[in-house]
């Protein structure tokens, strides 16, 4: 335990003040700083929803596109979205550091979000009161298009690099390895996802509703004020966070890795064990990682830690000093950890095809259905609160029901993140089984009423209910299972890139799933018919495009099943080569 010389106790993980002086576990981080960066994370979370959430029906109503085009123009932004988190992550792990990440790119949200508010004022809502149900806006010039994508790929920019930052400096609050403090970083996490969800509700209820009604702009200043309040909220908090400043630049250590063992790709890998390069514990604590044992597999990449010798058969130190010709054996092992995480990441994409379907088909499917109670008028988008309501219930009913019951009957052993993603892959089946059935019946009243009509279906909008709950439910066993597997399992210092391999799985299943659409309607609008996802979906069959992913994500399952197993046996062989080499220390 670290003290200071007036006895305050200090973290043990390298922390550090705002001042950059070592952290003192009483006056920093915990859950008062965590509190702050929740409510932080809802109120982004609320900005950035307030233009995703109903960005498909702006789409159709105001810029005047289809259905299909729209939905996978929502696709690849809220895709690209996620890519933009790569490269946050990567800022914050190479150089900037979590904080200055997150306050950056916070700034860049509230940029995007009042570029949005006055574009839509000025040009785009006009004339006045269009955008609301089947009531179109004018057309539009290039420049006005120009503007408004501009407008919204700088909110995606903004938020998806403030994104995986957010949630690791979160979880930086506490100190893993401190007994009291790592049982709240573990549950930070679902804190963390709950304030995301609840950050949304507003956005998917109220400012839906406003939104709905064509109060455009309405909406957006709205978004635009909740972003910079939330950005003021952030750098108030500063003195009470902990940080960790990047010393050493982690991808470059990985290239490092790649760059070695292809340059002695013609070394025979036979040379002990023992005899790789391991570096000093003044290098290895310079990096701030934690020193790394060999483990089997990757054979290719421990050529990086052999030590070459000369002509004579002297070692040769120039080789064994220039980091680009060998590297430690910590360093080869961050390079196997990261390539052991993405067979189970490529699993997880199917799954975020399934969940984008919320902000985008869902929300058309919606729009067909009976939508009005007397005289007021559901906004299709804010049935996405069911989601959210599912979300914030099941997140409460796992840590305080099923994670002690599952604990109690494995002797202390609760579920694994990877069991936990496992069951949110079948619970978003059976959520696409759900919205299947609802559309098939909701087809077969439309085409009794009229077939060739327009208007809604006499199904309430309520029948969909059941699939928005099943993709929270979902949602709390696959994502909140997602952010702490990767954030655990990435090298210490690359756990904002672990963060944002969850959002690039997200981004990849929205390219995915415009993909899909894209192939869907190409081979079933053959024979004159008008595909499975026309603009008028009551000549469509969004049922079989339902079906499709049901069957996509049932393949998906059994082939992470294979890949978590493999995953699990490969981490038992790296606990085992641990095991056998503390042993041999301690002899």
């Not at 007994?179 to 573990?186: I, N, S, T």
């Not at 006499?458 to 699939?467: A, D, G, K, M, R």
Request: some cysteine; aromatic content about 14%; proline content about 3%.
């Amino acid at each position: 335990m670290v003290m200071m010389s007036n006895n305050e106790e200090l973290t043990n993980d390298h922390s550090v003040d705002w001042l950059g002086h070592p952290a003192s576990r009483e006056k920093t981080g915990k859950w008062v700083a965590a509190n702050m960066l929740l409510v932080n994370q809802g109120l982004a979370t609320l900005s950035f929803f307030g233009v995703g959430v109903n960005l498909v029906l702006f789409l159709t109503r105001v810029m005047g596109l289809d259905n299909a085009n729209a939905a996978n123009d929502v696709s690849i932004w809220t895709g690209t979205v996620y890519v933009f988190s790569l490269l946050g992550a990567f800022l914050s792990d190479s150089s900037w550091g979590r904080y200055k990440t997150c306050v950056i790119f916070q700034a860049i949200l509230v940029i995007g979000l009042i570029s949005l508010s006055l574009s839509s004022q000025m040009f785009l809502v006009k004339p006045e009161g269009c955008g609301k149900d089947k009531v179109p806006c004018g057309a539009h010039s290039k420049l006005e298009f120009g503007l408004f994508y501009l407008s919204i790929y700088l909110v995606a920019l903004g938020y998806g690099g403030y994104q995986p930052n957010i949630v690791s400096f979160g979880a930086d609050q506490f100190d893993d390895q401190h007994p009291q403090e790592k049982p709240c970083r573990e549950a930070f996490f679902s804190y963390f996802y709950l304030a995301l969800n609840l950050g949304s509700f507003f956005s998917n209820t109220i400012l839906g509703y406003f939104e709905d009604k064509g109060q455009w702009a309405l909406g957006f200043w709205t978004s635009a004020g909740f972003a910079f309040i939330g950005l003021v909220l952030f750098i108030f908090g500063t003195p009470k966070y902990r940080h960790y400043v990047p010393i050493n630049n982690p991808y470059i250590r990985f290239c490092q890795v790649i760059v070695s063992a292809i340059k002695k790709w013609r070394v025979k890998n036979t040379i002990n064990v023992e005899e790789l390069y391991e570096g000093d514990d003044v290098k290895l604590a310079n990096t701030q990682c934690k020193k790394m044992m060999h483990t089997h597999g990757f054979k290719f990449l421990d050529r990086a830690a052999i030590m070459t010798s000369n002509k004579n058969g002297i070692l040769d130190e120039k080789d064994v000093e220039n980091p680009w010709s060998t590297c430690t054996v910590t360093q080869v092992e961050e390079v196997k950890c990261i390539l052991r995480l993405l067979p189970i990441w490529i699993c997880t994409i199917i799954y975020s095809v399934v969940f984008t379907q919320m902000s985008s088909i869902f929300v058309e499917q919606g729009a067909a259905m009976k939508t009005k109670i007397g005289n007021f008028k559901i906004p299709p988008a804010s049935m996405s609160g069911f989601d959210i309501f599912s979300v914030a219930v099941f997140i409460f009913f796992y840590r305080f029901v099923i994670d002690p019951l599952v604990a109690k009957s494995r002797k202390s052993r609760s579920l694994s993140e990877l069991e936990r993603m496992g069951i949110g892959l079948i619970i978003a089946m059976l959520s696409m089984v759900a919205a299947a059935m609802v559309e098939h019946f909701r087809l077969r009243y439309a085409n009794n009423e009229c077939a060739n009509c327009e208007g809604s279906s006499s199904l309430s909008i309520f029948w969909q209910v059941p699939q928005y709950a099943l993709v929270g439910a979902s949602e709390v066993f696959m994502y909140v299972g997602q952010l702490e597997f990767f954030n655990k399992q990435a090298p210490d210092g690359l756990k904002s890139f672990g963060s944002a391999l969850t959002m690039t799985s997200m981004s990849f299943g929205n390219y995915v799933s415009w993909f899909l659409v894209s192939i869907v309607m190409k081979f079933s609008r053959k024979n004159g018919a008008f595909g499975w996802i026309p603009g008028n979906l009551n000549k469509g069959h969004l049922d079989r495009f339902y079906f499709l992913l049901a069957s996509l994500t049932i393949i998906d399952f059994g082939l992470y099943v294979i890949c978590a197993r493999k995953y699990k046996s490969d981490k038992f062989a790296e606990t085992t080569q641990t095991s056998v080499t503390s042993t041999r220390v301690k002899e």
